[in-house]
């Protein structure tokens, strides 16, 4: 069974710090990955997509993947009050599998 | 529009009675995928079709569960005798022809069957 594990949290970090989401995956053929953010009550909005190892930026958000530990991270840099929402980590080849999330809260 | 487009938003209905939803993807896109989140879940997989590729019914959860696409757009998912844990907001999201599946969500239907 293709699972996606990540821890649940709260993940709680104040504000200007760097957040680390990390996610694990259990189907070694996956070949996409992603990061989405979901606030309370709205649908998940994609932040952050990568699909080879090493590391990808755009902006504040780092996704890091690592093929072979099965393992993807989302860095958050100067986090935001804004940016407290749920994170879910995915991955796949053609449908994708989701984790269950975790909970981030940035503190003023 | 030009996101992708679920209807309706909320939907409230009695127990037994049977359910369809409505997924209009973006367009363009060929895949499309119907998604379940239980209140403080996870999204669980439900169905995937790809162009003309036979679907990917694998997470249906029981024989309730079906769903079409006409004309490789939009898509009805329908519940049949529905029960008061099939409540839960159903998502829909649709992505282009490529491997790379960034997959984009419509705002979902809230279904609360009571």
């Known amino acids: 069974q293709k699972e996606v594990e990540q821890n649940s949290g709260p993940l709680s970090v104040p504000e200007g710090a760097i957040a680390s989401l990390n996610c694990t995956y259990s189907?070694?053929?996956?070949?996409?990955f992603f990061w989405y953010r979901q606030y309370s009550g709205k649908s998940p909005e994609l932040i952050m997509s990568?699909?080879?190892?090493g590391d990808k930026e755009d902006g504040r958000f780092t996704a890091q993947l690592n093929k072979a530990s099965q393992y993807v991270s989302l860095l958050i840099r100067d986090s935001q009050p804004s940016d407290s929402a749920t994170y879910l980590c995915a991955a796949g080849r053609r449908a994708l599998t989701f984790g269950s999330g975790t909970r981030l809260q940035v503190q003023p | 529009g030009a996101g992708v487009s679920q209807s309706p938003s909320n939907k409230v209905t009695e127990k037994g009675k049977d359910v369809e939803l409505r997924c209009d993807p973006i367009?363009?896109?060929?895949?499309l995928y119907w998604y379940r989140q239980s209140l403080g879940q996870g999204l669980e997989f439900l169905i995937y079709f790809q162009g003309n590729s036979a679907p990917d019914k694998s997470g249906l959860p029981s024989d309730r569960f079906s769903a079409e696409r006409t004309g490789g757009s939009v898509s009805t998912l329908t519940i049949q005798r529905t029960q008061q844990e099939d409540s839960a907001v159903y998502l829909c999201a649709s992505s282009p022809e490529d491997k790379r599946t960034e997959a984009f969500f419509g705002q979902g239907t809230r279904l609360t069957v009571v």
């Open positions: 367009s363009g896109h060929t895949a």
């Open positions: 990568i699909y080879s190892n």
């Open positions: 189907d070694r053929g996956s070949q996409s």
